[in-house]
């Protein structure tokens, strides 16, 4: 599990790393600890995912509840625990997707039962997709942090909220891994994440975050029966 502490104090980031350590070591799981002293340095992030992100609400001039409304679009599968020493702030979290809300001085009692609860979350999440990387890593992504994928060369690029990965597989054996509802080959270079798709134009896909993805002559018969199809599975 990789999780990430947003806190402007750094004396209590030390504290809290321990306290997340030390349930690490009782329980026997794996946790890497990330800091990130300010929102800034957190909005930039661009390496491997985060699992959890254990939120500061009053960070300096920032505020942490827009922050983390932030990441909530940036990386959905990002989970939010807010940190605070004020519990009137806990009637601000509302609009925010987030999983717990505990008082500082309490997360030493209850680490527990937060941790209970993000493990559950991520067991109830969409199936994880582990892949080479270019290297000798291994990186396991959900597809909700996916783009797109791109052959150019003998090389496969991962594009994804959290940043790019490169690895050797051909687009055909990467579709196998793939759901055909959510990913859609689109060209001899190209495979898409459907979810993080804003318009079908003619030629091409236009993504949410404005980058745009050609679709071939050949593909394109395909391409528009499976926007159709993911379409269909949207409406409620």
């Given at each position: 599990?990789?999780?990430?502490?947003?806190?402007?104090?750094?004396?209590?980031?030390?504290?809290?790393?321990?306290?997340?350590?030390?349930?690490?070591?009782?329980?026997?799981?794996?946790?890497?600890?990330?800091y990130f002293p300010q929102g800034e340095s957190l909005e930039v992030y661009e390496g491997d995912?985060?699992?959890?992100?254990?939120?500061?609400?009053?960070?300096?001039?920032?505020?942490?509840?827009v922050l983390a409304g932030k990441i909530n679009k940036k990386w959905?599968?990002?989970?939010?625990?807010?940190?605070t020493n004020y519990l009137s702030y806990a009637t601000e979290t509302y609009h925010t997707d987030y999983t717990f809300f505990?008082?500082?001085?309490?997360?030493?009692?209850r680490i527990g039962e937060v941790f209970g609860k993000i493990l559950h979350n991520m067991e109830q999440k969409s199936e994880r997709l582990a892949f080479s990387v270019i290297g000798g890593k291994e990186v396991i992504l959900a597809p909700e942090d996916i783009l797109y994928f791109e052959r150019s060369g003998r090389v496969t690029r991962i594009?994804?909220?959290w940043g790019n990965y490169e690895i050797w597989d051909k687009l055909k054996d990467v579709m196998g891994k793939l759901s055909e509802v959510d990913f859609v080959r689109c060209h001899n270079s190209y495979i898409v994440y459907m979810p993080a798709v804003r318009e079908l134009r003619k030629g091409c896909f236009i993504?949410?975050?404005?980058?745009?993805?050609?679709?071939?002559?050949?593909?394109?018969?395909?391409?528009?029966?499976a926007f159709m199809r993911w379409a269909m599975t949207q409406t409620v």
């Amino acid at each position: 599990m990789r999780a990430g502490i947003c806190d402007d104090d750094s004396k209590w980031y030390q504290c809290a790393k321990e306290i997340i350590e030390g349930y690490g070591k009782k329980t026997d799981t794996k946790i890497e600890i990330l800091y990130f002293p300010q929102g800034e340095s957190l909005e930039v992030y661009e390496g491997d995912p985060l699992d959890v992100i254990f939120m500061d609400v009053n960070l300096g001039e920032e505020n942490g509840i827009v922050l983390a409304g932030k990441i909530n679009k940036k990386w959905r599968n990002c989970q939010i625990i807010y940190l605070t020493n004020y519990l009137s702030y806990a009637t601000e979290t509302y609009h925010t997707d987030y999983t717990f809300f505990v008082l500082k001085e309490q997360f030493k009692d209850r680490i527990g039962e937060v941790f209970g609860k993000i493990l559950h979350n991520m067991e109830q999440k969409s199936e994880r997709l582990a892949f080479s990387v270019i290297g000798g890593k291994e990186v396991i992504l959900a597809p909700e942090d996916i783009l797109y994928f791109e052959r150019s060369g003998r090389v496969t690029r991962i594009v994804t909220v959290w940043g790019n990965y490169e690895i050797w597989d051909k687009l055909k054996d990467v579709m196998g891994k793939l759901s055909e509802v959510d990913f859609v080959r689109c060209h001899n270079s190209y495979i898409v994440y459907m979810p993080a798709v804003r318009e079908l134009r003619k030629g091409c896909f236009i993504l949410k975050n404005g980058t745009k993805i050609m679709i071939s002559r050949s593909h394109m018969k395909g391409v528009k029966a499976a926007f159709m199809r993911w379409a269909m599975t949207q409406t409620v």
